[in-house]
């Protein structure tokens, strides 16, 4: 029969407590400055791989639509590999694709690596603030959640700013490369410092759930794209949309149907 004591995890020290808002906080503010860091920078970065500025669509929503594809999973992958594993993983993920980000030479290659820059991405804010929750106490809760999403609302609004500036005085790949040392030197604080916490027996993954939402937001962000592009007719659009609606209505009903027999 398994110790309910022994399965519990090592609580983190004083210093780790200490520092670990901070490590998530950071986490945040890199997930949310990428969301916006290219926006100025599209003529540039349009400019060197030969391609209109418009183009540059692709890259800007593949990473938000990764973003909202890996999300909901993110939860389910702490509980079943652990949160230390799963936000070292997550690092590990971001960087490489900044990495490959920086030396993309066209914009197929950059909008595929920014779907694995957006895949990290998903997973570090979710599973950090399940540490938090697990860490801390309720009474230190609002406030460390508060410190931590103050970060998230100001990287949106740099992201334009700190983009333009990198363009004006350096090189565009600087944009991605700017995360290497950061992911790096988050990989080192996260095997110091982070709490490993997993469920023992987590629940099964709602595969069929996942399908319904990733491929509904997924079709739906590419009607979005495509629209007034005219490389579509209008009734194939509406057909794609209309579909797009249908999935999503599917993963909705299929949620709340789950939680009310959990209810029960």
């Known amino acids: 029969m398994t110790n309910p004591i022994a399965a519990q995890p090592q609580q983190p020290s004083l210093s780790a407590k200490r520092l670990l808002p901070w490590l998530v906080a950071v986490a945040f503010f890199m997930e949310s400055l990428d969301t916006t860091i290219l926006n100025t920078a599209v003529p540039t970065i349009a400019a060197a791989l030969k391609v209109a500025p418009l183009s540059m669509k692709s890259v800007l929503a593949s990473y938000t639509l990764s973003l909202a594809v890996f999300i909901p999973?993110?939860?389910?992958?702490?509980?079943?590999?652990?949160?230390?594993?799963?936000?070292?993983?997550?690092?590990?993920?971001?960087?490489?694709?900044?990495?490959?980000?920086?030396?993309?030479?066209?914009?197929?290659?950059?909008?595929?690596?920014?779907?694995?820059?957006?895949?990290?991405g998903a997973m570090m804010v979710p599973v950090g603030r399940l540490t938090l929750v697990r860490t801390f106490a309720k009474s230190e809760l609002v406030r460390t959640m508060s410190f931590v999403a103050i970060p998230g609302l100001v990287g949106p609004m740099l992201g334009p700013v700190v983009g333009g500036l990198i363009v004006a005085y350096f090189h565009w790949r600087v944009i991605f490369f700017v995360n290497i040392p950061i992911g790096l030197l988050g990989l080192v604080m996260v095997y110091l410092h982070l709490p490993d916490y997993r469920e023992e027996h987590p629940v099964p993954l709602d595969t069929p759930g996942l399908l319904l939402f990733g491929s509904g937001i997924g079709l739906l962000s590419y009607v979005l794209e495509?629209?007034?592009?005219?490389?579509?007719?209008?009734?194939?659009?509406?057909?794609?949309?209309?579909?797009s609606i249908t999935l999503l209505a599917g993963y909705a009903y299929r949620t709340t149907r789950t939680i009310f027999l959990c209810s029960v």
Do not use: K, P, Y
Request: aromatic share 8%; net charge positive; proline share 0%.
């Open 73 to 120: 999973v993110s939860g389910w992958v702490a509980d079943r590999f652990g949160t230390r594993r799963v936000f070292a993983s997550a690092i590990s993920l971001f960087t490489i694709g900044s990495l490959l980000c920086g030396i993309s030479t066209s914009i197929h290659l950059l909008a595929a690596c920014r779907i694995l820059q957006g895949c990290g």
């Open 226 to 243: 495509v629209f007034g592009e005219h490389t579509m007719n209008g009734r194939e659009i509406m057909a794609m949309l209309a579909l």
